[in-house]
């Protein structure tokens, strides 16, 4: 190592200023965790609102507690501010900002250029900076390694880079950002070795990898794959109702074989920031590179048309009953595209309810972490819970399996119920419950 990038180790390993730029889902755990680390860390954000609440001690994110971000702010260990130019003091810089789709399902990779720009704008040697937004394979060495080269920097050199991908499941208890191994690619292996020191702090395994380009391949597989699996998941959950028997069932028995099997489950659509999305910034960059990838739009295929497949089965509930879709009362329970979070980025609950608003129903909803839910065209009341009169329902339809609600009681109390997540296992054999 250089003088350079030793002593920059050392405050890596020491009582280091940690910069986050984009403090979401990713961002902010991960500004807490070096904060609990020891490091001094300064968070940036564009949004007014979330650097507000970083300064008030509130938290927006489920798996901070509001408590611990109060307490970190109040001891000056995390601070907030919309001003990127204080990150010039940092040791090491972390980009976490969104990676969404474009109209044409083409990567929209201008969050990153833009924190680029920002970060070049006042990077100086001796800096670590570390992209974890999940983005395709080039991305660091194409975006980031010209934008700051352009300031006579030397990447390798005079400035440190890796990616890392995040690899957070918010709302998961079990695996949280100490416990999940933290996948790191540094430019060089210099930059590699900075970077692992980087994370080492708020990971119990740092898992080297040989470069940016193949860390930001680690992800794209990860995603790829559940996504993959998942379409396989509601194909098979397809079959198995016109066979009339339960995929649930079948899954569930799958996975008692102790190799080779790995149960993923089928529901009402993929959702979120990353499943929908990620696997197109691999198939985009791959067709630049000549090759057409078939896994992906396929898997694609099969999981966009759940809500519509859904909608159907809603359809079809009600027919059998009598009931045309225009003027029954619906309630969706669960709005978030999965359990336990706040999260309606993308969730299919949107596009059912507005399929089924469209149709006519008269839509309610309750989602103990989504207050209010507007949505082109159709307004959502909100019911009061527990107090909801479930039996005034044509039709509860369980979208999202959050683990607050009793489902006992809602089964006791509904009329009729389409239950997309097997929320309901085990509960009433008599016909009222349609499971996909
Ligand atoms: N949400 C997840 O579960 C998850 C898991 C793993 C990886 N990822 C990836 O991590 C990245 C971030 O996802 P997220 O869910 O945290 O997104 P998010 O939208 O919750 O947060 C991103 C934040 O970045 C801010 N931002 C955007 N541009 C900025 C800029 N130039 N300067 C400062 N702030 C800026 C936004 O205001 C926002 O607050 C994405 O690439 C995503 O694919 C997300």
């Known amino acids: 190592m250089t003088p350079l990038a030793a002593a920059l180790h050392r405050r890596l390993l020491g009582t280091p200023t940690v910069g986050i730029i984009g403090l979401g889902y990713v961002g902010l755990p991960l500004a807490v965790a070096f904060a609990e680390s020891g490091a001094t860390v300064l968070g940036v954000d564009l949004d007014a609102r979330r650097v507000a609440s970083v300064t008030a001690g509130r938290s927006y994110v489920e798996d901070v507690p509001g408590e611990q971000l109060a307490r970190l702010v109040a001891r000056g260990r995390l601070r907030g501010t919309p001003d990127v130019t204080v990150l010039a003091e940092a040791d090491a810089i972390v980009i976490c900002v969104p990676t969404p789709l474009g109209k044409s399902k083409e990567p929209d990779i201008s969050f990153i250029v833009a924190a ?71 430019l060089t292996r210099v930059c590699g070795e900075l970077a692992q020191a980087l994370y080492a702090r708020v990971a119990d395994e740092v898992v080297p990898v040989s470069g940016p380009q193949t860390a930001e391949m680690v992800k794209l597989l990860e995603n790829t794959f559940r996504s993959v699996n998942i379409a396989l998941a509601n194909e098979f959950a ?59 739009t396929f898997a694609d295929e099969i999981n966009r048309q759940m809500p519509a497949y859904v909608v159907q089965m809603v359809t079809d509930a009600l027919n059998d009953r009598g009931r045309a879709v225009r003027g029954a009362r ?68 369980i979208l999202t399996a959050h683990a607050t609600y009793d489902w006992k009681a809602i089964v006791r109390e509904a009329p009729l119920i389409v239950d997309t997540r097997n929320a309901t296992d085990g509960l009433d054999p008599s016909g009222t419950i349609i499971r996909l």
């Open 238 to 296: 397809i079959m198995c109702r016109r066979f009339g028997i339960s995929a649930w069932e079948v899954i569930a028995a799958a996975a008692t074989k102790p190799f080779g099997f790995m149960p993923f489950y089928p529901g009402p659509g993929l959702g979120g920031h990353c499943l929908p999305a990620d696997p197109y910034y691999l198939s985009w960059k791959a067709r630049l590179e000549g090759y057409e990838p078939r896994f992906i």
């Open 330 to 397: 619906v309630l969706v329970l669960g709005v978030a595209y999965k359990a336990n979070v706040a999260d309606t980025r993308d969730s299919p609950a949107l596009e059912i309810i507005e399929a089924l608003g469209g149709k006519g129903a008269a839509l309610a909803y309750h989602d103990p972490f989504v207050p209010t839910l507007s949505l082109n065209g159709v307004e959502l009341a909100a019911v009061a819970w527990p107090a909801a009169d479930l039996a005034s329902y044509d039709l509860v339809l």
């Open 116 to 186: 680029a720009d920002s970060v070049a704008a006042i990077l100086r040697r001796g800096q670590l900076v570390v992209l974890e937004s999940t983005t395709y394979p080039g991305t660091t060495q194409e975006i980031l390694v010209p934008r700051f080269e352009a300031r006579g920097l030397v990447a390798g050199k005079d400035i440190f880079l890796a990616f890392s991908p995040e690899r957070i499941d918010p709302g998961n208890r079990r695996y949280t950002l100490r416990t999940i191994p933290k996948v790191v690619g540094g």
